[in-house]
């Protein structure tokens, strides 16, 4: 069974800001024989509702989503794909950016206080996630709104009580905490992006716990209870409806069954699963699977990854999951040294690739940026040139005042040019680039040259990649290039090319044919499918 991309014109007429494009379930041959979903908010919005059908039916197809948690909400930008280190360390690695990407809201900030919430760069980046045809995701770690000091602090049983309690300064803190999530929510909405919405994961932790909202001061009741006040007073204030509630208990916690808010609360449920040792999960029995199966909700691996001083292989997740536990519609796994590309001391994670590759993924398809220069960002990108003192070095410039020449957003990678003879290269590229590009067709970028520049003509431009322990040159074609609003498209077709999965270095080379050449360079929306 295919799937495929397409259009939600149902979602697009709702929301006129942008055309929604998301992956849903689609033969034919499946139609008629697809189990229904309904959204517990009765006001979802018709994409809301296809997405949670299409994760719902996505077992049958014998697919899952992968998935990889991108950041917390004051760390990452709003460059598309890339705006988060670990998304773009990811592609890096592997070839594949993941199908859905998880960011969080918190309150690192202003830890100290019971109010605050931050959702900083988190709305704007899944924004341009989801506008690339991902699912994305929104966790949330809420300072204690009894006291403040972060997440972690613990409550007490009367404090617990005072939380659920209307008129005291708890429940006027969490509410106020509550209300700027609803209006995080609702930036994303009135872009047309459905969310994930996956608040006070690991309830069922006990003693301790990881955080206020589990641990001993805590009984399910309590927490179901917390739950279900949050969802109205969230969902009350949606104005686009845009969100699926994802509960997400602990494998390694208490019976995840006492601390169910209820068929009404949850659309998905979940499992938060951490190996503590080399040989534990997947290969160790993943207990309460069966559990968070039984509220019949859709349901995903919110997140794997390991905990300890060992090196963890990634690459027994597909099969297990294929063969285990083929009701999960997704997985998505943790980043850092917990994650697939993780080191912890001399312990390094293996099984990335294996992971983003398996036959059954669901990875974000199309054409990806790789490099957009946005922000005054380089995105590792550098200079070199085979005249010494011709070329200056290389940053990223803002056509704010249309002068300099982006082609997408509002920034491109520039150096100038001093006197380069003909012949002579100047060089824009990612050197130790260290990326799996196996599977991928194409190439391409953007190039153009200032107004200003002596002579107007005689440039050209070619991309080019290195490939293989001896970082072999293969090179697209050399294209003329003038200044113009657009820009001049480069485009490289790796068919054919070898050890397309160990490319060292990209980049693009200007060249000048006829006569010595000054002024300014660009390249910009270095782009890959």
């Given at each position: 069974m295919?799937?495929r991309?397409v259009?939600?014109?149902?979602a697009?007429?709702?929301?006129?800001?942008?055309?929604v494009?998301?992956?849903?379930?689609?033969?034919p041959?499946?139609?008629?024989?697809?189990?229904?979903?309904?959204?517990?908010?009765?006001?979802?919005?018709?994409a809301?509702?296809?997405e949670?059908n299409?994760?719902?039916?996505?077992?049958?197809t014998?697919?899952?989503?992968?998935?990889?948690?991108?950041?917390?909400?004051?760390?990452?930008s709003s460059?598309?794909l890339?705006?988060?280190?670990?998304?773009?360390?990811?592609?890096?690695?592997?070839g594949e950016?993941?199908?859905?990407?998880?960011?969080?809201?918190n309150g690192?900030?202003n830890?100290?206080?019971?109010?605050?919430?931050?959702?900083?760069s988190?709305?704007?980046?899944?924004?341009?996630?989801?506008g690339h045809g991902?699912?994305?995701?929104?966790?949330?770690?809420?300072?204690?709104?009894v006291?403040?000091g972060?997440?972690a602090?613990?409550?007490?049983?009367a404090?617990?009580?005072?939380?659920?309690?209307?008129?005291?300064a708890a429940y006027?803190n969490?509410?106020?905490?509550?209300?700027?999530?609803?209006?995080?929510?609702?930036q994303?909405?009135?872009?047309?992006?459905?969310v994930i919405?996956?608040?006070?994961?690991?309830?069922n932790e006990?003693?301790?716990?990881?955080?206020?909202?589990?641990g001993?001061g805590?009984?399910?009741?309590?927490y179901?209870?917390?739950w279900?006040?949050?969802?109205?007073?969230i969902?009350?204030k949606?104005?686009?409806?845009?969100?699926?509630w994802?509960?997400?208990?602990?494998?390694?916690?208490?019976?995840?069954?006492?601390?169910?808010?209820?068929?009404a609360?949850?659309?998905?449920?979940g499992?938060d699963?951490?190996?503590?040792s080399?040989?534990?999960?997947?290969?160790k029995s993943?207990?309460?699977?069966a559990?968070?199966l039984?509220?019949?909700?859709?349901?995903?691996?919110?997140?794997i990854?390991m905990?300890?001083?060992?090196?963890?292989?990634?690459?027994?997740?597909?099969?297990?999951?294929?063969?285990?536990?083929?009701?999960a519609?997704?997985?998505?796994?943790?980043?850092?040294?917990n994650g697939?590309l993780?080191?912890?001391?001399?312990?390094?994670?293996t099984g990335?690739r294996?992971?983003?590759?398996?036959?059954?993924?669901?990875?974000?398809?199309?054409s990806?940026?790789?490099?957009?220069?946005?922000?005054?960002?380089?995105?590792?990108?550098?200079?070199?040139?085979?005249?010494?003192g011709?070329?200056?070095?290389a940053?990223?410039?803002?056509?704010?005042?249309?002068?300099?020449?982006?082609?997408?957003?509002?920034?491109?990678?520039?150096?100038?040019?001093?006197?380069?003879?003909?012949?002579?290269?100047?060089?824009?590229?990612?050197y130790g680039?260290?990326?799996?590009?196996?599977?991928?067709?194409?190439?391409?970028?953007t190039?153009?040259?200032?107004?200003?520049n002596?002579p107007?003509?005689?440039?050209?431009?070619?991309?080019?990649?290195?490939?293989?322990?001896?970082?072999?040159?293969?090179?697209?074609?050399?294209?003329p290039?003038?200044?113009?609003?657009?820009?001049?498209?480069?485009?490289?077709?790796l068919s054919?090319i070898?050890?397309l999965?160990d490319?060292?270095e990209?980049?693009?080379?200007?060249v000048?044919?006829?006569?010595?050449?000054s002024?300014?360079?660009?390249?910009?929306?270095?782009?890959?499918?």
């Amino acid at each position: 069974m295919r799937l495929r991309w397409v259009l939600l014109f149902a979602a697009a007429l709702l929301f006129s800001a942008m055309p929604v494009t998301v992956i849903v379930s689609a033969d034919p041959a499946s139609a008629g024989t697809e189990t229904q979903f309904t959204p517990v908010d009765p006001q979802a919005a018709p994409a809301t509702a296809a997405e949670l059908n299409y994760l719902g039916n996505l077992p049958g197809t014998g697919r899952f989503l992968t998935g990889y948690f991108a950041g917390w909400s004051n760390t990452g930008s709003s460059s598309p794909l890339s705006g988060y280190q670990d998304i773009a360390d990811l592609f890096h690695a592997t070839g594949e950016y993941p199908g859905l990407v998880e960011c969080d809201y918190n309150g690192f900030g202003n830890p100290s206080s019971p109010t605050y919430v931050d959702s900083g760069s988190c709305d704007s980046y899944l924004e341009g996630y989801w506008g690339h045809g991902g699912v994305v995701e929104v966790g949330f770690h809420p300072n204690n709104p009894v006291q403040g000091g972060g997440y972690a602090t613990g409550l007490t049983a009367a404090q617990v009580t005072e939380l659920r309690t209307s008129g005291t300064a708890a429940y006027a803190n969490w509410q106020q905490q509550l209300t700027a999530v609803a209006a995080a929510l609702n930036q994303l909405g009135a872009a047309g992006v459905t969310v994930i919405f996956r608040p006070l994961m690991e309830m069922n932790e006990t003693g301790s716990g990881w955080f206020w909202w589990n641990g001993s001061g805590w009984t399910g009741n309590d927490y179901a209870a917390v739950w279900q006040q949050m969802y109205a007073t969230i969902t009350s204030k949606l104005t686009y409806h845009n969100v699926l509630w994802d509960w997400s208990p602990d494998q390694d916690g208490a019976d995840p069954a006492a601390y169910y808010p209820g068929a009404a609360y949850v659309d998905i449920t979940g499992l938060d699963v951490y190996a503590l040792s080399a040989s534990g999960y997947p290969t160790k029995s993943i207990s309460n699977y069966a559990k968070v199966l039984e509220p019949g909700k859709p349901f995903g691996f919110n997140e794997i990854g390991m905990q300890g001083s060992f090196s963890y292989d990634f690459s027994r997740w597909p099969a297990a999951i294929a063969s285990t536990y083929p009701k999960a519609s997704f997985f998505l796994s943790w980043n850092g040294s917990n994650g697939s590309l993780g080191t912890n001391g001399s312990y390094q994670n293996t099984g990335g690739r294996a992971l983003m590759n398996a036959s059954q993924d669901v990875n974000l398809t199309g054409s990806h940026l790789i490099a957009g220069f946005e922000g005054g960002s380089t995105d590792g990108w550098g200079d070199w040139t085979s005249q010494s003192g011709a070329m200056s070095s290389a940053w990223s410039v803002s056509d704010a005042d249309g002068t300099d020449r982006a082609s997408q957003g509002q920034y491109a990678l520039k150096a100038n040019i001093t006197s380069l003879n003909p012949g002579q290269q100047a060089i824009f590229n990612d050197y130790g680039f260290y990326q799996d590009l196996a599977g991928k067709t194409e190439l391409s970028a953007t190039v153009n040259v200032a107004s200003w520049n002596q002579p107007a003509t005689g440039m050209t431009a070619q991309l080019y990649v290195r490939t293989g322990s001896s970082g072999t040159w293969h090179s697209g074609p050399a294209v003329p290039v003038t200044n113009s609003a657009a820009g001049t498209t480069l485009t490289m077709s790796l068919s054919g090319i070898p050890n397309l999965d160990d490319v060292t270095e990209i980049g693009v080379v200007f060249v000048p044919t006829t006569t010595a050449a000054s002024g300014a360079l660009y390249v910009d929306n270095v782009t890959i499918q």
